[in-house]
């Protein structure tokens, strides 16, 4: 089960190791490729950047260089400026297979010149420089018919208002059909919006593609705007804003070649006389809007809304977009295309400041939670007295687990203490757990609100958070690292999932609209003990057979491992529970048979009550057994129930066979976590 569970926690991290490649074409005026050959893997990105004069991206084979492949790669040519500063147009794929692929240059005698690129090639025989050698002896450069791009993307990146101008840059733009234009939208609040040339300053109507008002305060804002040229003909397009279309905040994709006239000065011009800009009601239309990595498909009106989080801290990440690039009405026709493509995503952590309990949600959280809170409750006329007390102690817990996947989250991001300690994928993971938990604990706090309960404040927590990050660190409160992080997170989300089943049971026949919320914040945090218990090296047994724990138990046993001091005591607001917590029990040494199966525990606690003992065993579904506690030359042991595995919790009791709602009753020590499986 070991191999299992490190074969799963590797594909999910292969899943995430996608590299992106960045290739120069034609830079500082030399014919080449910069660099020449890329080794990339299965799902890897390739981003050619483009510079003076004119070049383009055309695959071949090895056999027959600087001769178009068919059905292969093609860039399309791209005319350019400048030999140091790229084109705004690049062109990405995405690798496909581990193949060699070999591409050219097909202007002029380029490819004769040694203007030649490989991705992935083979490790021994045919390799760039025999490729190279063979292309000086072609008599003719061969190039793809039309000027389409397939096989990847083609995009041209035009900033809207950059640098407070108003004005679009570029504002005419010239690209065949297929290319994919991405508009980035900069301070303070600009439209793109289609329209006729007899008509500027007006939307174009059906047909027409608009962005919607965009109101961002910083740059680069992460909002995005993305058309595809489709079609034949040239695409008017202008600002809403007040009179910035008047101001001549304009621009042309593809103007007519053969009506001179109908030119962009032309169109600035007539665009001065227009008395009132107008825009469409509603947006975004025709196009693709995307902020931070999130696709927003209806303002339900004509501006974004305000809530959306627009950060310019964002850590970059991919967001799969899908492009049609066929046209049924034109004679270049290619495939639907699908590329990965580097853009802004969802803001770390620690960009942000930690909500205070029961401050709302923060828009920015909702992308890393996949949702927010439940947008009906479905309200009972009363929340009954068990339910305060249920939803103060969840709310407790969960405010703990916060504050710890807050923290570990922050420290393993790129540039935390931690950071390299655990593969991305999982970091990632993390830092949605943490989001959920945010969700959670705010939707408990709006239920005790709604009935006019106080939610209890935040206490000053001991959290194992303090060391290198290399999980050598022991485990005992103070002392920290990934290892001691993640035992933390293990136990408190066990004994969150304990507590919310027991809490179920407690509140389903009087408060049973608080059934959905409870059910759907187990599930959650079932899948996560799978997860965690993996990347220990556990098998995930916890998410399909959880244990349950008394809330009252559950309880002592945060607020005795986790909490140093509350505003208002230990119970912080947390009503129904006990003076203190019960005396803290440890694990101090487990024996093991040889299939490694623990068959007995040695045991570590204050014992204020003395007599017969026994440890409950709390297993899932509600098991529970008794084991006697036994001492011999002062070392407490007790065996483990036959045929129990995984993790379970366990305390000290004073008295055996009763039932689970009675151990607060004969309490000793306790509640503790064991795993009581090596594998």
């Not at 072609?138 to 035009?158: F, M, Y």
């Not at 009106?301 to 970059?316: A, K």
């Not at 026709?333 to 952590?349: A, D, F, I, V």
């Not at 339910?387 to 687990?401: F, G, H, N, Q």
Request: charged share 15%.
């Amino acid at each position: 089960m070991r191999s299992t569970a490190r074969l799963i926690v590797s594909l999910l991290v292969a899943s995430a190791r996608a590299a992106h490649y960045e290739v120069t074409v034609g830079k500082g005026g030399q014919l080449k490729f910069d660099p020449e050959v890329v080794h990339a893997s299965i799902g890897d990105t390739i981003r050619y950047n483009f510079f003076a004069k004119n070049h383009s991206i055309v695959e071949s084979s090895f056999a027959a260089p600087c001769e178009p492949l068919e059905e292969g790669i093609f860039s399309g040519f791209v005319p350019t400026d400048s030999e140091d500063i790229p084109s705004a147009t690049s062109f990405t794929i995405t690798v496909h297979d581990t193949k060699p692929h070999w591409l050219y240059c097909s202007q002029g005698k380029h490819c004769q010149s040694g203007m030649a690129h490989v991705i992935n090639p083979p490790a021994s025989g045919n390799n760039i420089e025999g490729y190279k050698s063979a292309a000086a002896n072609v008599a003719v450069t061969k190039s793809p018919a039309g000027n389409s791009p397939k096989g990847g993307i083609r995009r041209v990146e035009v900033e809207v208002g950059k640098d407070g101008k108003l004005e679009f840059t570029p504002k005419e733009i010239h690209e065949p059909l297929g290319t994919v234009v991405r508009f980035n939208f900069n301070p303070k609040n600009h439209t793109v919006t289609q329209a006729a040339f007899d008509k500027p300053c007006q939307p174009l109507g059906e047909g027409g593609f608009h962005s919607g008002f965009i109101p961002v305060s910083t740059s680069p804002s992460g909002a995005i705007f993305e058309i595809d040229v489709s079609k034949d003909g040239p695409m008017w397009f202008y600002c809403g804003q007040g009179s910035h279309c008047q101001t001549g905040m304009v621009g042309v994709i593809n103007p007519p070649t053969d009506k001179p006239e109908r030119n962009l000065d032309a169109f600035i011009s007539a665009a001065k006389s227009v008395p009132a800009t107008t825009t469409p009601d509603s947006a975004p239309l025709l196009g693709i809007f995307n902020v931070n990595g999130t696709t927003i498909t209806d303002f339900h009106g004509p501006v974004m809304p305000l809530n959306i989080d627009t950060n310019p801290n964002d850590t970059p990440t991919t967001t799969t977009l899908t492009h049609s690039t066929s046209n049924p009405t034109s004679t270049h026709t290619t495939n639907q295309q699908t590329t990965t493509s580097t853009t802004t995503h969802k803001p770390p952590l620690s960009s942000q400041t930690l909500p205070a309990n029961p401050a709302d949600l923060p828009q920015w959280s909702l992308p890393h939670a996949g949702a927010g809170k439940p947008a009906h409750y479905n309200w009972a006329e009363s929340l009954s007295q068990p339910a305060v007390e249920s939803l103060s102690l969840t709310s407790r817990i969960e405010d703990i687990l916060l504050h710890l996947l807050w923290q570990g989250s922050t420290r393993l991001e790129p540039n935390g203490s931690w950071a390299g300690a655990l593969p991305q994928p999982l970091v990632n993971t993390l830092v949605a757990w943490a989001a959920q938990s945010l969700v959670q604990r705010a939707t408990a706090a709006e239920v005790l609100q709604h009935y006019g309960h106080s939610v209890p404040e935040s206490c000053e927590y001991k959290l194992p958070l303090d060391g290198d990050g290399d999980g050598s660190e022991g485990t005992e409160v103070g002392v920290g690292g990934v290892g001691p992080f993640l035992t933390a997170l293990a136990e408190l989300n066990s004994v969150a999932i304990g507590a919310l089943i027991d809490v179920s049971a407690r509140v389903a026949k009087q408060d049973a609209f608080l059934i959905p919320l409870l059910a759907t914040q187990v599930g959650a945090k079932s899948r996560a003990a799978g997860v965690v218990n993996m990347m220990q090296n556990h098998m995930a047994s916890v998410a399909p057979r959880e244990a349950v724990v008394p809330a009252v138990l559950a309880w002592s046993f945060v607020v005795s491992k986790f909490v140093k001091e509350c505003p208002d005591g230990l119970s912080a607001g947390v009503k129904g529970m006990p003076e203190k917590p019960w005396p803290v029990l440890s694990l101090a040494g487990k024996k093991e048979d040889d299939e490694g199966f623990v068959v007995s525990v040695d045991l570590a606690y204050e014992d204020e009550v003395g007599g017969e003992q026994w440890v409950a065993w709390m297993g899932p579904w509600g098991l529970l057994e008794f084991t006697k506690v036994t001492e011999s030359e002062g070392k407490k042991t007790a065996p483990v129930p036959e045929g129990w595995f995984g993790d379970v919790w366990i305390a000290v009791v004073s008295k055996k066979d009763v039932e689970l709602g009675e151990l607060q009753n004969h309490m000793v020590a306790g509640p503790a976590w064991v795993w009581v499986t090596e594998l």
